[in-house]
C-alpha cells in the first residue's frame, strides 16, 4: 500500500522524510535540482545534514526546539471577541482566532486539503527522491495556490464555502472598516514531515505608500478622522498600518506544535521600513517567534506585509494551513484572477457573491488551468496555455 492511501493532514504519517532529498535543495521551472542564494527559498546555513528522523543533528534540533520554541505571551481570541482581534490585527500584523472551523467544516477542509497534497506528492521524484520539490521552494513545502496551474483553488467547493463564516466575517469587517472588501483567491501553505530548513523571513507584500481617495476613505471608517490632503506624518502612519492592501486567513488543520513546523510571526513589522533579515543575520528570537499552542480549527488573520517565515517540521505530522485572501476595495484589478467558476459562485451566499464578484469566470468559462496540481512551474504554464478559453 502507498503512503499516500491513508494520507492525512494531522496525526502522525508516514508520508515525508525523504533522506535522499539534500538539505536546502529547490528547483527551477523544469525540475532542475538547485541552491537557491537568496529570496524566501534561500538555504538555511544551520539546517541538519541528512533529512531523517533519527539523524544526530535533528535530534538535537528537535531537542532544542522542544525547550525553546514559541512566542511568549501569544494571546489567542474567540470568535466573539472582534474588537480585541482587530485591536491585536493593527498592533501586530497578525491575531490567532480560535474555533473558526466547527467540527463538520474542519472535516470537510481536512479530508479536501489531504486530497489535493495526495495529487501533488503522487508526481514520482527523481534520483531516489521520494517526492519533487516545488520550483523555488525548499523541499517538503508545498504552497496548494501556486501549485495549482490556475494560481488559486477556489474552483474547489472546500475552498470556496469559507470565504464567509459567521466566525470570520465580522472580524473581517472590522479589519477593513466595513463589507466592501474583496476575496483575492484561495490556497495556502503546507510543510511535510522532514521540512528541516528554516524558511527565510519575508513579506508577502510590501507597502505600496499609494493613497488613492478609496484607501483615505476607509481610513476614516476605520476612526482616522485626520487623514486627508493635509495629514501629518503620525496619522499618515496609523493609516498605511490600519489600512492593509490584502489580509489572509489561514485555516489551521492541526495544532500547531514547538515540532510541526508552526510559522513564525515577527509581530508589528507590517510597514516597516526596510527588508527582513536574512537567515545569517537573523536573531534566534525571530527563528523562535513561532505560534506554538495555536489549535486545530483556529485561524490567523495574517497581513501580509508583516515579516513571516516557515520553520523546521521534525515530527511525523503534516502541517497544513490552507487559506482564503482578501483584498482592500482600492487594490488594482491586476492582482485580481478569474479563478472562481461562475456555477460554484452561484450557490454563495449573497455577501459571498459580492466579495466574490472580482474573481469569477463567466458562465459556462472554466477557469484556466484550474484542476491541475504540479509541484513544476513549467508543467503548471503548459497546463494553463492548454486549457485558455
Known amino acids: 500500500m502507498s503512503e499516500l492511501d491513508n494520507l492525512k ?154 470565504i464567509d463564516l459567521p466566525t470570520t466575517t465580522p472580524i473581517l469587517s472590522a479589519i477593513f472598516g466595513g463589507e466592501d472588501y474583496c476575496v483575492l483567491g484561495a490556497g495556502g501553505d503546507l510543510c511535510l514531515p522532514g521540512a528541516i530548513e528554516y524558511q527565510t523571513l519575508h513579506s508577502d507584500m510590501r ?69 527582513p533579515p536574512t537567515q545569517a543575520e537573523e536573531p534566534e528570537w525571530m527563528r523562535l517567534s513561532t505560534l506554538v499552542g495555536a489549535p486545530a480549527g483556529a485561524g490567523v488573520f495574517r497581513d501580509i506585509r508583516a515579516w513571516h517565515g516557515a520553520t523546521p517540521n521534525v515530527s511525523k505530522e503534516i502541517r497544513a494551513m490552507p487559506n482564503i485572501e482578501y483584498a482592500a476595495p482600492w487594490l488594482e484589478d491586476k492582482y485580481f484572477l478569474k479563478s472562481m467558476p461562475h456555477d460554484i459562485w452561484e450557490a454563495l451566499s449573497p455577501h459571498a457573491q459580492k466579495i466574490a464578484a472580482r474573481i469569477k469566470t463567466a458562465p459556462g468559462v472554466w477557469p484556466a488551468g484550474a484542476g491541475v496540481m504540479h509541484p513544476l512551474a513549467s508543467k503548471r504554464a503548459e497546463a494553463k496555455a492548454a486549457t485558455a478559453q
Not at 474567540?78 to 482566532?97: L, N, Q, T, W, Y
Not at 472551523?101 to 489535493?116: G, K, M, T, W
Not at 527523481?126 to 521552494?137: A, H, L, N, P, S
Open 207 to 275: 507597502e505600496m505608500y499609494q493613497l488613492p481617495e478609496e484607501r483615505i476613505a476607509q481610513a476614516k471608517r476605520l476612526g482616522i478622522e485626520a487623514a486627508g490632503a493635509e495629514m501629518d506624518d503620525p496619522t499618515r502612519q496609523l493609516l498605511y498600518e490600519r489600512t492593509p492592501p490584502r489580509v489572509t486567513i489561514n485555516f489551521l488543520m492541526s495544532d500547531l506544535t514547538w515540532e510541526n513546523g508552526p510559522i513564525r510571526q515577527i509581530p508589528g513589522t507590517q510597514v516597516r521600513p526596510g527588508r
Open 9 to 162: 493532514v494531522f496525526g502522525e504519517t508516514a508520508v515525508g522524510w525523504c533522506a535522499a532529498t539534500p538539505p536546502n535543495e529547490t528547483t527551477d521551472e523544469a525540475g532542475v535540482p538547485m541552491v537557491q542564494a537568496g529570496g524566501f527559498s534561500a538555504a538555511d546555513p544551520k539546517a541538519p545534514a541528512r533529512r531523517a528522523y533519527d539523524d544526530p543533528g535533528v535530534v538535537h534540533l528537535r531537542e532544542y526546539l522542544k525547550k525553546h520554541n514559541g512566542m511568549p505571551g501569544l494571546e489567542i481570541v474567540e470568535p466573539h471577541e472582534v474588537e480585541r482581534a482587530r485591536r491585536i490585527f493593527f498592533r501586530d500584523g497578525f491575531v490567532v482566532v480560535r474555533d473558526l472551523l466547527d467540527p463538520v467544516r474542519l472535516e470537510q477542509f481536512r479530508e479536501a486539503s489531504a486530497r489535493i497534497l495526495r495529487q501533488i506528492l503522487e508526481i514520482p521524484g527523481q534520483g531516489g527522491r521520494k517526492y519533487i520539490t516545488e520550483t523555488m521552494r525548499l523541499p517538503h513545502r508545498y504552497s496548494y495556490g501556486t501549485a495549482s496551474a490556475s494560481r488559486h483553488l477556489l474552483h474547489e467547493q472546500a475552498w470556496a464555502a469559507m
